[in-house]
């Protein structure tokens, strides 16, 4: 795994309510890292500020490569991908949802084909690549997501909230797609959740976020 991360002395606030403060954490290892807390805690703020979409007040996220700081260009960001709880839909197949990654980083439509049906497959949404993705079902939009994500290939997945407002079926499919996930990609996978049971079941690291830090779970 080539990239790392570490976010250090973070600070947001809005409008005066402070929802980060003094956030540090290096992010090393390939695997599963769960982001616990209440609704509310910065959990949501974090991610997009260590995807790149949002800039902190104060402090510094840092990607490295092999030990060297990596340049904060395109070719980083999209080695980067954040999936938020509510999946943008196109008004097109479920196919063309996924492969839209792909068409504007001008990929061929071999490549593009071979790779889509392949995260369909993972998901379990193969058989549904012609259906109008706007007819999928919340859980079901929710795995379309997830393979919107694996088909980029990132460095790091940034999950935000991946199986809220989803029923228990499609959390059982969604948690075991992320168990299988960190097996497949020599990734780091971020996830924010409240739910500490699927937590527990999915990651490899436990942290919590409280009072704006994070802290490390036992």
Same mark, same amino acid.
């Given at each position: 795994?080539?990239?790392?991360?570490?976010?250090?002395?973070?600070?947001? =606030?809005?409008? %005066?309510?402070? #929802?980060?403060?003094?956030?540090? &954490?290096?992010?090393? /290892?390939?695997?599963?890292?769960? $982001?616990?807390?209440?609704? %509310?805690? %910065? /959990?949501? +703020?974090?991610?997009?500020?260590?995807?790149? @979409?949002?800039?902190?007040?104060?402090? !510094?996220?840092?990607? *490295?490569? *092999?030990?060297?700081?990596?340049?904060?260009?395109?070719?980083?960001?999209?080695?980067?991908? @954040? @999936?938020?709880?509510?999946?943008?839909? &196109?008004? +097109?197949?479920?196919?063309?949802?996924?492969?839209?990654? $792909?068409?504007?980083?001008?990929?061929? =439509?071999?490549?593009? /084909?071979?790779?889509?049906?392949?995260?369909?497959?993972?998901?379990?949404?193969?058989?549904? /690549?012609?259906?109008?993705?706007?007819?999928?079902?919340?859980?079901?939009?929710?795995?379309?997501?997830?393979?919107?994500?694996?088909?980029?290939?990132?460095?790091? @997945?940034?999950?935000? !909230?991946?199986?809220?407002?989803?029923?228990?079926?499609?959390?059982?499919?969604?948690?075991?797609?992320?168990?299988?996930?960190?097996?497949?990609? =020599?990734?780091?996978?971020?996830?924010?959740?409240?739910?500490?049971?699927?937590?527990?079941? #999915? %990651?490899?690291?436990?942290? *919590?976020?409280?009072?704006?830090?994070? &802290?490390?779970?036992?």
């Amino acid at each position: 795994m080539a990239l790392s991360l570490t976010v250090s002395n973070i600070h947001k =606030s809005y409008n %005066g309510k402070v #929802v980060l403060e003094g956030c540090s &954490f290096s992010f090393e /290892k390939s695997g599963v890292y769960v $982001l616990m807390g209440p609704n %509310g805690s %910065g /959990k949501s +703020t974090l991610l997009r500020i260590c995807a790149l @979409l949002e800039n902190p007040d104060m402090g !510094e996220v840092i990607y *490295y490569e *092999y030990g060297e700081t990596a340049e904060n260009n395109l070719n980083l960001r999209r080695r980067i991908t @954040l @999936l938020l709880p509510d999946i943008g839909v &196109f008004n +097109t197949t479920v196919f063309k949802n996924v492969a839209y990654g $792909l068409k504007v980083r001008g990929m061929s =439509s071999e490549e593009i /084909k071979e790779r889509v049906e392949k995260a369909l497959d993972f998901v379990g949404l193969l058989h549904k /690549k012609n259906q109008n993705a706007l007819t999928l079902s919340s859980g079901e939009a929710k795995r379309m997501g997830i393979a919107r994500a694996i088909v980029l290939q990132p460095d790091f @997945l940034f999950l935000d !909230e991946p199986t809220a407002s989803v029923d228990q079926e499609n959390t059982e499919i969604i948690e075991n797609i992320l168990i299988q996930l960190k097996q497949k990609l =020599s990734s780091i996978i971020i996830i924010a959740t409240h739910d500490k049971d699927s937590a527990m079941r #999915v %990651g490899d690291f436990l942290l *919590y976020l409280k009072d704006g830090r994070i &802290f490390a779970k036992d």
